[in-house]
């Protein structure tokens, strides 16, 4: 069976993952298979909640197959390490950092200041949640007034309006459209993928399931 770290090609050093609709499953799901052939830290350069049954430490400099490394913040949130990114890539061979946040929205349209993307990656994984596509577009989007201006699309996020807003950002190298779990949601999907340059993956992160990428 082919893992979701293999069809995304994620390599040894800093991988940033950014979008709406499965950042955080993606970024549990990827840490557990990696930590199969390597060292693992899970962070942040924004706001996450602890992984739950992983290690967690506010330093990189315990040695295990998995750590979460971070500083706790209000609401029981973890907040960026202190330690610089650069820094803990030293410690492990996979750094996975989650560099966006989306108030549990499927579609994200950033503003000026975001994400936070540390300038140690060398992939930056965006993550599209098909359940948005096709939706309104201020039930759906965070941020939908960027969405609006950059899209020129105010009232519904088609495969279209959302492929305009990802070639216009250009903030990613592979894309993940995730939440493709009916025959309506793939079928956007497909249409989105079929209008964007680059790799593109279609999954159902929840179910654990690869439908196909382009």
């Known amino acids: 069976m082919m893992l979701f770290s293999e069809r995304l090609a994620v390599q040894r050093g800093v991988t940033a993952i950014i979008g709406a609709g499965g ?6 799901r990827l840490a557990e298979e990696l930590s199969r052939c390597g060292t693992v830290i899970v962070t942040t350069t924004t ?66 200041y975001e994400p936070v993307i540390p300038a140690e990656a060398e992939q930056v994984i965006c993550v599209v949640g098909a359940s948005g596509l096709n939706g309104g577009v201020m039930e759906k989007v965070h941020r939908p007034e960027v969405f609006a201006a950059l899209t020129g699309e105010a009232a519904c996020a088609t495969p279209e309006a959302v492929a305009r807003l ?5 903030l990613h190298t592979r894309l993940l459209i995730n939440q493709v779990d009916t025959p309506a949601r793939e079928q956007a999907a497909r249409e989105l993928a079929g209008l964007l340059d680059g790799p593109c993956v279609l999954a159902a992160l929840e179910k654990g399931e690869i439908i196909c990428s382009f």
């Open 166 to 170: 990802l070639q216009r950002e250009r």
């Open 23 to 28: 950042k955080t499953t993606l970024l549990l």
């Open 47 to 112: 706001h996450i909640f602890p992984p739950q049954n992983m290690p967690f430490s506010e330093t990189a400099a315990q040695p295990k197959p998995v750590l979460c490394v971070g500083t706790p913040c209000e609401h029981g949130k973890l907040t960026a390490p202190r330690e610089p990114i650069g820094v803990l890539a030293r410690y492990a061979d996979y750094v996975l950092v989650e560099a966006d946040g989306a108030k549990r929205l499927p579609i994200k349209a950033h503003a000026a």
